[in-house]
């Protein structure tokens, strides 16, 4: 069971210590509102904790989640350390958080010579729309796991088809697989694997495979016409393999390995969902190693860029696929 803080509701805010928008603050400015808040409750919770910088307060107060709050963010940070660091690598295979899916997002896609889609279902998280989930994910993808607490994995094994993995996160926060997921080729679309790609992406598909110009297609009905294409010419099975392919070679993932490891370990999923700019990276490791309770005089480093998941192929009211 899981241990109760003294100030259960000021669990809430830790897991805000770790968006987007809070790291862009703290790379800016090189201080937050939260940081005073979360210093007092992480002390009060862990009085020997040893937080001599804002790197120290972050790992403490993602420890203090993983023992007592364990949401979203603690299993993807496990998911990332115990499979792409571990049973495979960041040379071989790219990983995407909150990858959209049609009408879904994919809490986790590992892509190598085949994709692996991760659903975290916490003791947080909803089960209602599990299963619209599935239905999007399967018009894409072949292999999905669901991973849910350790102790709940029951309710899934019996409800889920036997083609839907299920995995645990484990009181030691490995991941115990108690079901492996089955390949499943039936409900893949021509359309949902089309909109997985990006423009320049599909224009190379469309030349390889189908032997195609793009260029003499009319522009504004251009897509149209190469969806139809794709459907007629290409079996779906090998569509899929191409966007597969396309996903993989897309994300530099080593690099972002590499900026994994001037952050602390709570820290290494942001590096992978987060898309700020490589300034505001390099601003983000120097505030992390200064004292949390003692914000700089002044800051060269003020921005005020939106930042946006990471991800793919994306319907967009501008355009319906991006570079």
Request: some cysteine.
């Amino acid at each position: 069971m899981l241990r109760q803080p003294k100030s259960y509701q000021l669990l809430g805010l830790l897991p805000r210590l770790f968006t987007a928008s809070h790291l862009q603050q703290l790379a800016g400015y090189g201080f937050s509102d939260l940081i005073p808040y979360a210093q007092d409750f992480i002390k009060s919770e862990s009085p020997r904790a040893n937080i001599a910088t804002l790197a120290d307060l972050l790992d403490e107060a993602f420890r203090l989640m993983r023992r007592c709050y364990p949401v979203e963010y603690v299993y993807k940070a496990y998911l990332l350390k115990r499979l792409l660091f571990g049973r495979h690598s960041p040379r071989t295979t790219a990983c995407y958080f909150e990858f959209p899916v049609g009408e879904a997002r994919a809490d986790m896609l590992l892509v190598n010579g085949e994709a692996m889609l991760f659903e975290i279902k916490s003791r947080f998280d909803d089960p209602a729309r599990l299963a619209s989930q599935l239905r999007e994910y399967y018009k894409c993808f072949t292999r999905v796991t669901l991973v849910a607490e350790d102790g709940h994995e029951a309710r899934y094994l019996d409800q889920l088809p036997d083609y839907v993995g299920v995995a645990t996160l484990t009181p030691r926060l490995s991941i115990s697989t108690k079901r492996e997921a089955a390949r499943r080729f039936d409900e893949l679309e021509h359309e949902s694997v089309f909109y997985l790609f990006r423009r320049a992406e599909l224009y190379r598909a469309a030349e390889e495979l189908l032997g195609i110009r793009v260029e003499d297609y009319p522009v504004l009905a251009r897509y149209e016409h190469l969806l139809q294409r794709f459907t007629l010419d290409l079996p779906v099975s090998r569509f899929h393999e191409e966007a597969i392919s396309a996903l993989r070679n897309r994300q530099r993932t080593s690099q972002l390995a590499e900026r994994c490891e001037q952050l602390p370990h709570s820290l290494h999923v942001a590096a992978f969902s987060y898309r700020l700019l490589k300034c505001e990276w390099n601003a983000l490791t120097e505030v992390l190693h200064l004292p949390p309770m003692q914000p700089p005089t002044g800051s060269p480093y003020v921005f005020s860029v939106s930042t946006r998941q990471t991800g793919g192929g994306f319907r967009s009211s501008g355009s319906r696929f991006s570079d």
